[in-house]
């Protein structure tokens, strides 16, 4: 029996009726983003790491193979280690091993211990003009190495050099720098010391700077003079510093080519022959690029073990 709503009131509309979806496969995943949080930090490296690849890592994996190889062009054959064979049966790469030895033997103590007695100077508060002092010293870091051994070689000429001449005034007979075997190595030694003196007394300066003054305090209380704080305080707190410098003096001597080409060329009588002037000497002089790579790859090896050898024992020992 239908019922019968009162008068004014309306029926309440239907409710819809669900429709169902179409069947459909699978659902997609969506579509993954190139730029999220961790993704950027890689894009980020990703030119240096390409121009690391490209310009550092290929180079020096080609240089590898090349030492393995002998022939000039694109014309190479594989010979092992015929090239490293070589290598050791060759008295002028032991020459010039020698010489680079004794350069970085003479050269690396005298020019850091100047370094450290130049940096103590200039940390002192007698020192007037400070600034003006440290200018000066870093100045001959900014020479270019070329126009420096152009320079030296104007100033240790035998007949009209600026350095005879002031010898002269001493009564001290002209001394032939470039052309005498000994006083070649001389020579070189000076120009190094002149270029790279003022460099590391500014990293001296900047440790010297960063030690604590209660140390020196508390060493001045305990009775300690000049000699003992130097020794207990300032030492010890520049050992980062000076292993760095050690280290990084002695691959650069290791690897020393400008000077000696420009001032001797490698004579007299190959007595400044470095092993970078007789790697450069193979490869683009003989164009025997087999042969240089090995010589690079020796040297390499050479500075890696110098290199641990000195972190051993100059390192914090812990």
Avoid: C
């Avoid at 690849?53 to 062009?73: C, D, E, H, N, R």
């Avoid at 000429?157 to 032939?176: I, K, M, P």
């Avoid at 990084?248 to 470095?274: K, M, R």
Wanted: net charge positive; no cysteine; proline share 7%.
């Amino acid at each position: 029996m239908a019922s019968v709503l009162p008068e004014g009131v309306r029926a309440p509309a239907p409710l819809p009726v669900p429709v169902p979806a179409p069947a459909s496969g699978p659902a997609r995943p969506g579509r993954r983003r190139l730029l999220t949080r961790g993704s950027v930090p890689y894009l980020l490296i990703m030119p240096a790491v390409l121009g690391f690849a490209v310009f550092k890592a290929y180079p020096i994996a080609s240089s590898l193979w090349i030492s393995l190889t002998t022939g000039t062009g694109d014309d190479r054959t594989y010979a092992g280690l015929a090239n490293y064979r070589r290598l050791l049966a060759d008295p002028l790469f032991w020459t010039a091993l020698k010489n680079t030895g004794l350069i970085l033997v003479v050269q690396v103590p005298l020019m850091l211990g100047l370094a450290l007695l130049v940096a103590l100077a200039l940390d002192s508060a007698k020192v007037w003009l400070r600034p003006l002092w440290r200018l000066g010293v870093f100045v001959p870091s900014l020479t270019g190495l070329v126009a420096a051994g152009v320079m030296f070689s104007v100033i240790l000429n035998r007949d009209a050099g600026l350095l005879n001449w002031v010898l002269s005034l001493f009564g001290v007979d002209r001394v032939n720098w470039l052309g005498s075997p000994s006083w070649a190595r001389v020579g070189v030694v000076l120009v190094i010391t002149w270029h790279y003196t003022g460099y590391n007394a500014v990293m001296y300066l900047a440790g010297l700077q960063g030690i604590p003054k209660e140390l020196y305090e508390a060493a001045m209380v305990d009775g300690a003079g000049p000699v003992r704080r130097f020794v207990s305080v300032t030492l010890p707190q520049l050992r980062p510093i000076l292993l760095l410098t050690v280290v990084l003096s002695t691959i650069g001597t290791l690897q020393l080519f400008d000077e000696p080409y420009v001032l001797t060329g490698g004579g007299p009588d190959n007595a400044t022959l470095t092993v970078t002037m007789y790697l450069y000497q193979n490869g683009f002089k003989y164009f025997d690029f087999g042969y240089a790579s090995a010589i690079a790859y020796a040297l390499a090896l050479i500075v890696s073990v110098l290199g641990i050898v000195q972190v051993r024992l100059m390192g914090e020992r812990r």
